[in-house]
């Protein structure tokens, strides 16, 4: 899943290769946020998860360590993703998103509290020649 450390170009190219479906009113992913498009791509995590059970499983029953036996295996574990898994996953699903937007939330509070607090402004213009000069005493320069 990406992440903001990704560039906003792995982030559209993800995000492509997925199928992801532009939200409404955007006509390209170049218009939107990185915060944006990664809030985008947590919205369809249960193919992901379905995918991640199949391969945990294959690599659990491929005791040979062949990968020559790994498309039988995955056509096995396939049958064994259930309506009940596909269920579970959903429901995880939106447990993880629903953590994601609480969080979001928060940092977004977080971030307008300290906006608005004139005390977390750092004005890094007004400082004059002289105050900047009385920074060292005789002793010190």
């Known amino acids: 899943?990406?992440?903001?450390?990704?560039?906003?170009?792995?982030?559209?190219?993800?995000?492509?290769?997925?199928?992801?479906?532009?939200?409404?009113?955007?006509?390209?992913?170049?218009?939107?946020t990185k915060a944006a498009m990664i809030k985008l791509?947590?919205?369809?995590?249960?193919?992901?998860l379905i995918w991640a059970f199949v391969k945990e499983k294959v690599s659990e029953m491929n005791t040979t360590g062949r990968t020559a036996r790994v498309y039988d295996l995955a056509k096995e574990?396939?049958?064994?993703?259930?309506?009940?898994?596909?269920?579970?996953?959903?429901?995880?699903?939106?447990?993880?998103?629903?953590?994601?937007?609480?969080?979001?939330?928060?940092?977004?509070?977080?971030?307008?509290?300290?906006?608005?607090?004139?005390r977390s402004v750092i004005n890094l213009g007004s400082e004059s020649e002289t105050e900047a000069d009385n920074i060292y005493t005789s002793e010190e320069a």
Do not use: H, Y
Request: net charge neutral; charged share 30%; with cysteine.
């Open 1 to 32: 899943m990406p992440t903001m450390s990704w560039r906003k170009g792995e982030i559209i190219q993800f995000l492509l290769n997925k199928k992801i479906p532009f939200p409404e009113l955007v006509t390209d992913f170049q218009q939107m």
């Open 41 to 48: 791509s947590m919205q369809f995590p249960v193919k992901e």
């Open 77 to 118: 574990v396939i049958q064994m993703v259930t309506p009940k898994l596909w269920e579970s996953c959903i429901k995880t699903a939106i447990r993880f998103e629903k953590e994601f937007w609480k969080r979001d939330r928060m940092i977004e509070n977080s971030m307008d509290e300290i906006v608005s607090d004139p």
